[in-house]
């Protein structure tokens, strides 16, 4: 596999031009719900289109451009008529409900869903969560390079506890339009409270960011919000990035099984300027799950076939 349109990282992306066409045929069907491209006030390595080229090159199904900041997806549609058309992996955008778009916003998230957007990410930055976690640990997000004010904290609930009207007006939307809930980095608690609303709403498709990093999960807790019908995604950054951040693969393994290959589903959460592509971190792995001893097939669940599933059909 070689580089498209833009340099490796030497340091971060070298294992590419090893030929590996075992964990490369599992690429193909591939679905990425987690990529970070530019444009964003944080630095990029890549542009929207830039990944979509290197997806597209590997054979991916679809891949998702995120943003903490903004919705994408007026940048997904006025990149159409600039390559996107031309190439087989289909590219889809949503909203994160941080307050750079107004917060807990459903004029934003109606706008953002009927342009086309696929994904709701309910606060990431703002969240009580992840204000904490970058208060009193090393969350590894980058500086800004553009100035911004300090995220406030956005709760989902009101100070008697209960879903916000304005929450399960954003529930309304997301529901009528069939699109992806994600609980963003709220902690338990608030993530709970929001299945739980999604589910009354008539949200069919419930995704759990990360629950090892900001959102503080247990493997038990996990598996309950499987049985409740969510899917749970761990980021392939976590487990095969930079080597001294990397966590152990027993962690991802463990909670694979506590939740069933069928509600799991492994993405990126890459394109930040420092770390390796998406698409290098999607071979890794392959690489190391079918070195794990997974089988291919359900591999493939795991890097597409659920992806495909939740964002797609």
Known sequence: MTAVDYPFNPAADEDRATPDPEADALLVGAVDLHQHPGPSPFPRRMSILDAARDASAAGFRAIVAKSHHHSMVTDILALRAAGLDDLPTEV????ALNRTVGGLNPYAVELALRMGGRMVWFPTLSSAAHVSHHEHHDTGFPTPEVRLRDNEVISILGENGAVLPEVRDILAVIAAEDAVLTCGHLGVTESQALID????AGVGRILINH??????????????????GVYIEHCAIMYWGKPERRRSLDELLSFIKAVGVEQTILSSDSGQKTNPLPVTLYRRAARGLLDAGLAEADIRRLLGGNGGRLLLT
């Open 92 to 95: 889809y955008g949503g909203i």
């Open 197 to 200: 609303a999604a589910i009354e």
């Open 211 to 228: 629950p090892v990093f900001v959102v503080g999960a247990s493997v038990e807790q996990a598996a309950a919000w499987a049985r409740q």
